[in-house]
C-alpha cells in the first residue's frame, strides 16, 4: 500500500526533489514535470509517492574508464565513470541500451549518479 503525503503548502524542497512522483494516477519524473509554475506555498496537492527498488550491481572492471575508442563516461557522464565495480542503488531513467542510477556504497562513503549501458551490469539483485 502506498503511503499519502498531504501539503496544504508547497516547501522550497518539495520542488527541488528528484523523484517519481504520482498526481491523481498519473506518474511524474518530479514535481517540476507535473506543474512548472507550482510555486512556493501555493495550491494543495495529495501525492503518492513511488517506492523505488532499491538494487545491488556489480559491474564489469571496463565500466570503471573510458578508453580512446569509446568515451561513454565524457559523453553521459561529464567524465566521472562509475567509481566502484559493486554498488547498491535505485534505477532513474531507463533505455533501450542504458540505464541512469542512482548509486552509493555506505562503507566508502560514495554516491553517484549517472548513466551505464545494461551490458556493463553483469549481476543485479533487489535488497
Do not use: C
Not at 499519502?4 to 512522483?21: A, D, R, V
Request: proline share 5%; aromatic share 8%; glycine share 2%.
Amino acid at each position: 500500500m502506498k503511503e499519502e503525503i498531504i501539503f496544504t503548502k508547497i516547501p522550497k524542497t518539495l520542488l527541488n526533489l528528484y523523484s517519481k512522483i504520482m498526481v491523481d494516477n498519473i506518474i511524474y519524473k518530479n514535481l517540476k514535470e507535473w506543474s512548472p509554475q507550482a510555486k512556493i506555498g501555493e495550491n494543495i496537492l495529495i501525492i503518492n509517492p513511488i517506492q523505488e527498488k532499491k538494487l545491488r550491481i556489480v559491474v564489469k572492471e571496463s565500466a570503471l574508464h573510458d578508453t580512446p575508442f569509446f568515451q561513454y563516461h565524457k559523453m553521459k557522464n561529464n567524465n566521472i565513470p562509475i567509481p566502484l565495480t559493486e554498488m547498491e542503488g535505485i534505477k532513474l531513467e531507463e533505455t533501450e541500451k542504458s540505464v541512469k542510477m542512482n548509486l552509493w556504497d555506505k562503507e566508502h562513503k560514495i554516491h553517484w549518479v549517472g548513466w551505464l549501458v545494461k551490458s556493463w551490469i553483469i549481476e543485479q539483485e533487489e535488497i
